[in-house]
């Protein structure tokens, strides 16, 4: 690995002016399961590695405070995904997190990590989106809200600014009741990237939310306000042509060697029924 | 660029202080400077699981962690299973049934397994597959090394 040097602030202030003197030169370092593997192979050479595991500000914590769950940014996937609010609200942002590489990596991988990485297969990013999450970024203005459909820009590429970084991912306390699920495919069981990734989320007004990933340059929300796929009585005629709609934003990669492009497209619809019925189920059931 | 940092961290119950570089991993501190070379390099990208060690209750990919990470941190590795020269139950239960093949994937199986049995006593076949699925097996000796967990699970009953 390339030498570098190794800060490790206490404060976010600190944290914040270190990255202001560093600039291009600095990478943060929350969990390190992508960043230790760029370093290692030399696709990155920062002169200094920010930990922001000592940041008083940014320790582990889920907090529900005014409304919403706000998850700081050095929380890893273990404690998101057994976090009984988590659970409890935002239930398909849980099963994103308990399916993300292996036990080892959900251990040190982080959420802010895993949006701030960018990877058009994040698994948290569809759910985040279902949910309406929202990205706190902090820098030396202050902090400033990112809404997450206006965080994301295309694969490695984000809105957030080279000055700042995330302090927290914030969810907004439904007001209304919801069923969400995510469901994702891989080429085998266990440990693996996601082909396609996907959460689907119904409320009680019969607005369909559904976000999928892995098949286009960044993760896609899509909003069914028709109520299409939230009626029993809808023919299935219906709900494929609203699907069918909705997956167009899907361009996925001729060049990835994880799946092909029609495989890709075809798993999207199969995912895409399967999550609003188990949507449509867990809304039923309460 | 090269200035070492100083940590201090405790491994396998004994109190360790070292300079380490910053761009040294845990993997290879572990292995070069404190001559612990159970935990295995093999993928270094956080797939393979043979690097496998628990620091502060939870199993990491040590390949994947530097060593200043864990500056005041308590890491058990392979080396640290055993008490007073005798194999723990889960070691022993992977000697009875073979699990060990070519043996390089072991050191990090025992510690996956060993971490969940201890935040799971009773796992179930899934439990046992899903704690063990970052840690790849060449010889495909599966099927052994997850009965291997399950008896060292039952045995703990007895």
Do not use: W
């Not at chain 1, 500000?57 to 998101?80: C, F, K, N, Q, W």
């Not at chain 1, 199969?270 to 188990?278: F, K, V, Y």
């Not at chain 2, 572990?30 to 797939?47: F, H, P, Q, S, Y």
Request: proline content about 5%; charged content about 25%.
């Amino acid at each position: 690995m390339h030498p570098f040097a190794y800060e490790r602030p206490g404060s976010l202030a600190e944290a914040i002016a270190l990255l202001g003197r560093h600039g291009a030169e600095a990478r943060l370092l929350a969990g390190g399961t992508d960043l230790i593997i760029r370093l290692r192979d030399g696709s990155l050479r920062p002169s200094v590695v920010i930990d922001l595991k000592r940041v008083e500000e940014l320790r582990p914590a889920i907090r529900e405070e005014d409304g919403r769950l706000s998850i700081s940014a050095t929380s890893v996937m273990t404690d998101i995904a057994a976090d009984p609010r988590v659970r409890r609200h935002f239930v398909a942002l849980a099963e994103a997190a308990a399916v993300i590489g292996s036990v080892q990596i959900r251990n040190r991988a982080t959420l802010a990590g895993n949006i701030c990485n960018a990877s058009p297969a994040a698994d948290t990013a569809p759910s985040l989106l279902v949910y309406g999450a929202v990205v706190v970024a902090a820098g030396p203005a202050g902090t400033r809200r990112i809404p997450i459909d206006e965080f994301f820009v295309r694969s490695g590429a984000t809105t957030l600014q080279r000055d700042e970084l995330v302090a927290a991912v914030e969810l907004p306390l439904p007001a209304r009741r919801i069923g969400a699920a995510h469901v994702r495919r891989t080429r085998r069981r266990g440990h693996d990237l996601a082909s396609v990734t996907l959460t689907c989320g119904v409320d009680d007004a019969g607005v369909t939310r559904l976000a999928y990933g892995s098949v286009g340059p960044r993760p896609v929300l899509e909003v069914d306000e028709s109520g299409t796929l939230a009626d029993p009585g809808s023919t299935g005629e219906a709900r494929a042509g609203v699907l069918e709609r909705m997956f167009l934003g899907a361009s996925p990669s001729p060049r990835s060697m994880r799946a092909s492009p029609e495989y890709r497209v075809a798993m999207l619809r199969a995912l895409g029924e399967r999550a609003l019925r188990m949507a449509l189920d867990r809304l039923g059931g309460g | 660029m090269s200035d070492t940092i100083p940590i201090q961290l405790t491994v396998n119950g004994r109190q360790r202080s070292l300079r380490v570089a910053p761009h040294h991993t845990l993997l290879d501190v572990l292995r070069d400077d404190l001559d612990l070379t159970g935990a295995k390099e093999c993928c270094l990208v956080g797939e393979c699981g043979a690097c496998t060690v628990i620091v502060d209750g939870r199993t990491v990919d040590s390949c994947l962690v530097l060593a200043v990470e864990v500056d005041g941190a308590s890491v058990t590795t392979v080396e640290g299973l055993a008490r007073d020269g005798s194999l723990s139950p889960l070691q022993q239960a992977f000697l009875d049934r073979g699990a060990a093949q070519c043996g390089y994937c072991i050191p990090g199986q025992l510690m996956s397994a060993h971490a969940l049995l201890e935040t799971n006593p009773h796992p179930s076949l899934d439990d046992v597959q899903e704690g063990l699925a970052g840690n790849l097996c060449r010889c495909a000796g599966y099927q052994q090394i997850v009965d291997a967990v399950l008896a060292a699970a039952d045995g703990a009953d007895r």
